[in-house]
């Protein structure tokens, strides 16, 4: 989805700017990569807990649960079970507090595929959340069996709806006829003014229709619901990341320097 919001504002800003704006404007992005520092200490091993019926190819729950409080109940989630990428043998889940900018703290559980390389950290947690808050009383367990990081059940507010006849789940909250509609909605008014005889209100339609966008994309990729592409290995733990990127993605020229940073999971709230 990310790539098809990047690709789309790309077209309209061949269309609006001159080629030298563009250069310009592309310069200014700048693509950074957020390291997660290892700790001092291994993470426990566990032993597996007994979860759903495991999967081939190795498989992990990805994703976020976030709860007003340990006790509960849950606020929101953004995650589901889904095959690993194939050098990754292992299944982290953490849990953490996250006191909020607002000073209000909420409990986090995070899970992810890994392998001893790049297992999560409570200090790449805190250093790739920073500006979400403050991290505090933080763990990270590790299991080896399919689906072993199962974050204890608890009633969803979110209801699967039934996908209908001739339609395709392509993404957790949209069908695919849905991502379609919801796309093309965004880009008419663009495309009903072009040609632009007046730049400026080239650039003003062509904000909007990023900021719409945007829109979708958080719209679509939020919730836990199963979705066709949860076969990709790997790329349901990247949804969070993806959602809180486009959530600041208001403009054209923020769109183009944020979608080069999607790099690790960042749980925006």
């Known amino acids: 989805m990310n790539k098809i919001l990047s690709t789309l504002v790309v077209v309209g800003v061949v269309v609006c700017m001159s080629a030298s704006t563009i250069s310009s404007h592309l310069n200014n992005a700048t693509t950074t990569a957020t390291t997660y520092p290892m700790n ?18 190795f498989s992990c729950y990805q994703g976020y649960k976030v709860y007003v409080s340990r006790s509960g109940p849950l606020y ?10 194939p050098n990754d043998t292992q299944c982290d889940i953490a849990e953490y507090e996250n006191v909020l900018p607002t000073n209000a703290t909420v409990f986090v559980q995070f899970g992810r595929c890994s392998n001893p390389m790049t297992t999560t950290t409570c200090m790449g947690i805190q250093a790739s959340n920073a500006t979400q ?16 990081n199962a974050p204890p059940p608890v009633v969803s507010n979110q209801t699967c709806p039934h996908t ?24 008419g008014p663009w495309f009903h003014g072009a040609p632009y005889a007046d730049s400026t209100m080239c650039k003003s ?5 990023t900021k719409c966008l945007s829109d979708v994309v958080v719209e679509c990729l939020s919730g836990h619901c199963p979705s066709v592409l949860d076969a990709i290995p790997g790329a349901r733990a990247f949804y969070p990341t993806i959602i809180h990127t486009a959530k600041k993605a208001t403009s054209l020229r ?6 080069p940073n999607i790099t690790e999971p960042v749980i925006q709230l």
């Open 40 to 57: 001092a200490t291994s993470p426990t091993v566990v032993a597996p807990v007994n979860g759903t019926t495991p999967a081939a190819p």
């Open 76 to 85: 929101q989630e953004v995650g589901t079970y889904a095959p690993c990428p």
């Open 133 to 148: 808050g403050r991290v505090k009383n933080c763990t990270v367990r590790v299991c080896t069996s399919s689906n072993c």
């Open 254 to 259: 923020q769109a183009l320097l944020l979608i």
């Open 164 to 187: 209908p006849a001739g339609d395709v789940q392509v993404l957790p909250s949209c069908t695919l006829k849905q991502v379609l509609n919801k796309t093309f909605a965004c880009m």
């Open 205 to 209: 339609n062509l904000d909007t229709m």
